[in-house]
């Protein structure tokens, strides 16, 4: 794949798996993830350190709408790490208003994400824990 290609597959996907978030859908975040995902999410969202596969994707937003969570993230910037990784920076929203910084990196695996680990902070934190070499 081109530069520029996983670029814009990239950006659209993390585009794509934000607004599936912001919508509570399963299925559209099942549509975006290998059937192998490993998925990290924040505190804020679940219970568990690691979903694995479709079905801990679909356990994950069963257990964020059960919670009665009605934080949103709105996307700042999405940059390619790598030829397989994604960086997707953001804010998490309550009511509209910014409340904490938060970052997702990606692994990406025949046009799917494979690995998604969530978290509440900002790149510069990233960087200081050696998190996105």
């Given at each position: 794949?081109a530069k520029s290609e ?15 978030f ?5 299925d559209g975040?099942v549509?975006l993830?290998?059937p192998?995902?490993?998925?990290r ?8 350190r ?5 079905e ?6 069963a257990e964020?709408?059960?919670s009665?969570?009605?934080?949103h993230?709105?996307?700042s910037e999405?940059?390619?790490l ?21 970052a997702m990196?990606?692994k990406l695996?025949?046009g799917?994400?494979i ?6 902070s900002?790149?510069g934190?990233?960087?200081e ?5």
């Open positions: 794949m996983h670029r814009v597959q990239a950006d659209s996907i993390g585009r794509e798996f934000v607004d599936a912001n919508r509570r859908d399963a975040l549509a993830s290998h192998d995902i490993e998925f999410p924040t505190m804020l969202a679940g219970s568990k690691v979903y694995k596969g479709h801990g994707l679909r356990c994950w937003v964020l709408v059960a009665g969570a009605q934080h993230v709105r996307v999405i940059r390619k790598d030829d397989r990784r994604f960086l997707l920076l953001s804010e998490v929203l309550l009511d509209g208003e910014a409340v904490a910084p938060s990196v990606a695996a025949g799917k994400i690995e998604d680990h969530a978290y509440l900002d790149e934190m990233l960087v824990l050696d998190l996105l070499s």
